[in-house]
């Protein structure tokens, strides 16, 4: 008769275990969805900052050329000539 106390006291400890498990289960999908509420907030703002961004249209900026001196200002040529030393 003592082993049916035994297999219920193992029940009983067995079902508080799960309920305790539930609980911090519940705790744990709480913080994920609150985490994922903050992603979709950034992803939203994130969203609208990129939608601000203004790309300019080919053809509207200065020419360029494959030549990289061609590519420089005159203030950099200058400096390449008089920062010889």
């Known amino acids: 008769m003592i082993w ?3 297999f219920g006291g193992i029940a009983v400890a ?7 498990y539930a ?8 913080d994920v969805f609150a985490e994922l509420r903050v992603l979709g907030q950034r992803t939203a703002r994130l969203a609208d900052l990129a939608a ?9 900026g200065p020419e360029r050329f494959r ?19």
Do not use: C, F
């Open 4 to 6: 049916v106390y035994v």
């Open 23 to 30: 609980v911090w289960l519940a705790h744990k999908a709480s």
């Open 67 to 85: 030549d990289p001196d061609k590519n420089a200002i005159s203030s950099d040529r200058e400096a390449e000539y008089h920062d010889v030393g």
């Open 52 to 60: 601000q961004i203004q790309v300019p249209e080919l053809g509207t």
């Open 14 to 20: 067995g079902l508080i275990m799960l309920v305790a």
